[in-house]
């Protein structure tokens, strides 16, 4: 039964955690209104960058990322991995349905790659250089997200990772992160999904 009520708090304080939305916060804060009004009217680091001020899609970054990591290490310290990892997945499905927000949020992947160092660092080892290189060579958000994320529960696995919670969480977070970028990957499947930095780029992951 304790086990149970460990699960549950962690779940509900995960889910309230991921789904304080920083970007909204942040530009309101600066005077920029409310960011759902510009872009993709998401509320993650890539529509707060396009308001014109890195220094703010920086913070929503880090916030963003962290708030799943440190709540998932809270609950880690507290009650051991596994109650610390259903946190910080909890986190991701509220950062990308808030409750707030009418349960209208964020793509989640800055928050996906908050909670991997925090929770399992060979699914970091995997997610980090797949998202740098494709971001690298191709200069499309959506397109580096989507493999890493794809090849996150995996490749875990091939690294050592052997907890069959974290292991069977990565791999339901992953098959998230497809849903929140269904219309980017049905743009990257017609070759029209714009490359980071272009006039009329709209991806956001």
Not at 34 to 45: F, K, L, Q, T, V
Request: with cysteine; aromatic share 12%.
């Amino acid at each position: 039964m304790q086990a149970w009520m460990g699960y549950g708090a962690a779940a509900a304080c995960g889910y309230l955690a991921g789904s304080i939305p920083f970007g909204l916060l942040i530009t309101k804060a600066a005077g920029l209104g409310d960011i759902r009004s510009i872009g993709s009217g998401n509320i993650g680091a890539t529509n707060v960058l396009r308001t014109g001020r890195k220094d703010l899609a920086l913070a929503t970054l880090l916030l963003d990322s962290l708030k799943a990591g440190l709540v998932a290490l809270a609950f880690t310290y507290f009650f051991g991995r596994e109650i610390g990892f259903v946190a910080g997945a909890m986190a991701f499905v509220g950062h990308c349905y808030p409750v707030w927000l009418g349960f209208k949020g964020g793509k989640g992947i800055a928050t996906y790659a908050g909670l991997l160092p925090f929770t399992t660092l060979p699914g970091f080892f995997v997610a980090a250089p797949v998202w740098l290189f494709l971001f690298a060579i191709t200069r499309i958000s959506s397109l580096a997200a989507l493999t890493a994320a794809a090849l996150v529960p995996p490749g875990a696995y091939l690294l050592g990772e052997g907890n069959p919670v974290v292991l069977i969480g990565l791999t339901l977070l992953s098959l998230l992160v497809f849903w929140t970028h269904r219309t980017n990957l049905g743009r990257l499947l017609k070759g029209t999904e714009p490359r980071f930095g272009t006039p009329k780029a709209k991806p956001e992951a």
